[in-house]
């Protein structure tokens, strides 16, 4: 009888993966739903998973936000271990300009440690399937810097614009971006809910650049980052009158496909 038990036990338990556990690449909705004709993608059909599903996003410290999906995956975004994520996440990503997006030696209990930088010259290719979130990467070029004899040249690939995938929603990341997105770029981004753009205005492009990267991105929410002392002022200036200014007092934003606003807006959650 506690043999029975065991094999039924075994068999159950194969059936239930974790909520972290990888799966297939599936391919990307936001993509065929950006390039598809209008009347091929009636609102039914952006909403992926259900409507009520909530992602919380919530702002770390200089590019680290930590997403948590529906299903309980953890994501922290530029990972460099310097600021407090709360539990373990189970994917993170890195861009490597800085020391401040990224980390040599993560936590070997992370399942997932995604680099924005390939090995050997090569471009890093990321197309993972976790628990309820795909994610794939778009690379773009870096300045080098410091001990470099090179004038400013750039490094191919050094950085990627992080895409998520979840609950209906695409999430983008633009790591350490330094240089206006081409035609090529915007095509393999998609189309995208929610951004995440730095506006230092100088580490990375300047802000007259990430200004009209974001109108051109035209997503429902843009959650600012990598501030530095730039004046919110200055940079919501530039942006125009094309989006509203939401300024929270929290630091974490919980949405769904359901609750994004009806106008492109700038939420700035405490921190930031």
Known sequence: MLQFLLAVL?????????????EAWRGSECLAMAHAPPRATPVS???TAAAADEVAISYAGHSTYVIETPAGVRIA?????AYR??????????????????TLFPDSRIPHVLRGWGEG???????????????????????????DDSN??????????????????????????????????FAAIGRLDIVMVPIDGSYTMSLDGVSDITRRLRASVVLPMHRFATPLDDFMRRIGQQFEIDMRSERTLRISRDSLPRTPTVIILDGV
């Open 10 to 22: 075994a068999a159950l338990s194969s059936l239930i993966a974790p909520a972290a556990a990888q």
């Open 45 to 47: 059909l952006r909403r």
């Open 77 to 81: 975004t530029d990972y460099s271990g």
């Open 85 to 102: 994520v709360g539990r373990l996440p189970d994917v993170i990503t890195m861009n490597r300009a800085h020391s401040t997006h990224y």
């Open 121 to 147: 010259g090569q471009p890093a290719l990321v197309r993972l399937r976790v628990g309820d979130v795909s994610i794939r990467n778009v690379t773009t070029d870096i300045r080098r810097y410091f001990g």
């Open 152 to 185: 400013g040249a750039m490094l191919k690939d050094g950085n990627s614009i992080f895409i998520f995938e979840v609950a209906g929603l695409c999430i983008g990341h633009l790591g350490h971006l330094h240089h206006k997105l081409d035609e090529s770029h």
